[in-house]
């Protein structure tokens, strides 16, 4: 069974940064495309960025020079490093990745950017 489970959400000022971490687990990690999403009140879940088990990276032109994927295949993580966020950035940020044609999702970890 496929596991997820992310942290580093938090309360920050706008032009503030926060690192969001996901722990992978179930899977053979380094094999599997990861990615962040997010989603606001009242708004569709969006992609926010994507990164294949070699490194190659994906953003969503609104977080592009500000958002930082990464992933570490030893440990089974995947991180998000959000630079000079803004109040439109505040979400709930889930990690996900899709194993053997079924999408998985952590349950979250809520980003509040407010002054």
């Known amino acids: 069974q496929v596991h997820l489970v992310e942290t580093g959400g938090g309360l920050v000022q706008p032009g503030g940064s926060l690192r969001l971490s996901c722990v992978a687990s179930g899977l053979n990690f380094r094999l599997h495309v990861m990615h962040w999403h997010r989603q606001a009140p009242g708004k569709e879940r969006e992609l926010v960025a994507s990164?294949?088990?070699?490194?190659?990276?994906n953003y969503t032109d609104s977080v592009k020079g500000r958002f930082t994927i990464s992933r570490d295949n030893v440990w089974n993580r995947v991180y998000l490093q959000t630079n000079n966020l803004k109040p439109g950035d505040t979400a709930t940020y889930y990690c996900?990745?899709?194993?053997?044609?079924?999408?998985?999702w952590g349950r979250g970890t809520q980003v509040t950017v407010s002054s």
């Open positions: 990164i294949t088990g070699g490194g190659v990276t």
């Open positions: 996900g990745t899709n194993c053997k044609g079924r999408v998985y």
